[in-house]
């Protein structure tokens, strides 16, 4: 077993596996990954398991000391590494030498990932290694000063750039389904969720994240909680919309006007800052059949992810001599 050393991390970084199911009926959100395609991705070209863990990170970073002994990382979503000084970018496999630093931004989004060819030790929750962030339950948080220990390492993959999602560009119109809570906004503010443009704002975290102008106000808000779930547009007195992401509440007093596609959840999340999106409605048929033509998309992109994995080449097959010069030819 080695260690990882975190020499900065910043305030959102934790440990997630892809989630906690079957809890919501008590309280428990299913926590998990915010873009879940992403973290998929990068265990995918490691070899990890569908049920091991990665780190995810937002804005602020994530700077991390290698211990004895050398291993590998995958890199998605809105991340980009550096090891050592040298840019390696976002979407990529790479060797981690003994005693390296490794420097991870995110960058043009929200929310990247790290995942090893090995295994991150973490503690468990209600079946999970997933993090909680308010309760701090699961995985952990991860923090400035931290010993992350890692155990099965695997430095035997070459470097590879990973293929991105066939939408990886941000995107600009989200499907969504009206309701369940309609009733409480008259037909202005449907009119405006339909033809507005609203924008990413800052304020964002692992529950969800508020949608800029314009504002749709709702009739009235003296409704009691109902269950909700990830994807939903919550609107507050105010008329502010919030994305719920992955730690978001299992009820809540104000209403949802409509619920995000299952595929283009995450997409919203990562939006960086200022990005334009508009909302166009689809009945729950077309929302289902979206849905169900996206994961197939998905399973076809992981499993070419996979192949693509390789070895490195041994020290027999490298060409060790390369641009050597003969010194007496000079003479």
């Given at each position: 077993m080695t260690t990882l050393r975190i020499a900065a991390a910043g305030p959102m970084t934790s440990i997630q596996?892809?989630?906690?199911?079957?809890?919501r009926r008590f309280g428990v959100p299913p926590s998990?990954?915010?873009?879940?395609?992403?973290?998929?991705?990068?265990?995918?070209?490691?070899g990890a398991s569908a049920d091991d863990?990665?780190?995810?990170?937002?804005?602020?970073?994530?700077?991390?000391?290698?211990g004895e002994r050398p291993f590998v990382i995958a890199v998605t979503g809105a991340a980009?590494?550096?090891i050592d000084g040298f840019e390696l970018g976002g979407w990529c496999v790479a060797?981690?030498?003994a005693g390296a630093r490794?420097?991870?931004?995110?960058?043009?989004?929200?929310?990247?990932?790290?995942?090893?060819?090995?295994?991150?030790?973490?503690?468990?929750?209600l079946g999970s290694r997933s993090t909680h962030f308010l309760a701090e339950l699961g995985g952990g948080r991860i923090r400035t000063g931290d010993v992350v220990p890692l155990a099965d390492l695997d430095d035997?993959?070459?470097?590879?750039?990973?293929?991105?999602p066939p939408d990886h560009v941000p995107i600009t119109t989200a499907r969504i389904v009206v309701g369940p809570q309609q009733r409480f906004f008259d037909d202005e503010a449907m009119h405006i969720l339909s033809s507005g443009t609203f924008n990413a704002s800052a304020r964002f975290d692992r529950m969800g994240m508020v949608l800029g102008s314009p504002a749709l106000r709702p009739v009235r808000v003296d409704m009691p909680s109902e269950p909700a779930v990830r994807g939903a547009l919550q609107v507050d007195g105010e008329g502010r919309i919030s994305l719920l992401t992955a730690d978001?509440?299992?009820?809540?007093g104000y209403p949802r006007i409509a619920v995000v596609v299952e595929p283009d959840i995450d997409r919203v999340a990562q939006l960086a800052v200022g990005s334009p999106i508009r909302f166009v409605a689809v009945d729950a048929a077309e929302a289902i059949a979206i849905t169900r033509a996206a994961a197939a998309a998905d399973e076809r992109w992981l499993t070419r992810i996979a192949a693509a994995r390789r070895a490195k080449p041994s020290l027999l097959t490298a060409n060790l001599i390369g641009g050597v010069v003969d010194a007496l030819a000079e003479l």
């Open positions: 596996d892809r989630g906690r199911s079957g809890y998990g990954p915010v873009d879940r395609r992403a973290f998929a991705a990068a265990l995918a070209a490691v863990t990665a780190i995810e990170l937002s804005h602020g970073g994530l700077a991390l000391d290698a980009a590494a550096r060797g981690v030498p490794v420097q991870i931004n995110v960058r043009h989004g929200n929310w990247g990932y790290v995942a090893v060819a090995g295994r991150i030790a973490a503690l468990s929750w035997h993959l070459a470097a590879a750039v990973i293929e991105p978001h509440q299992t009820t809540g």
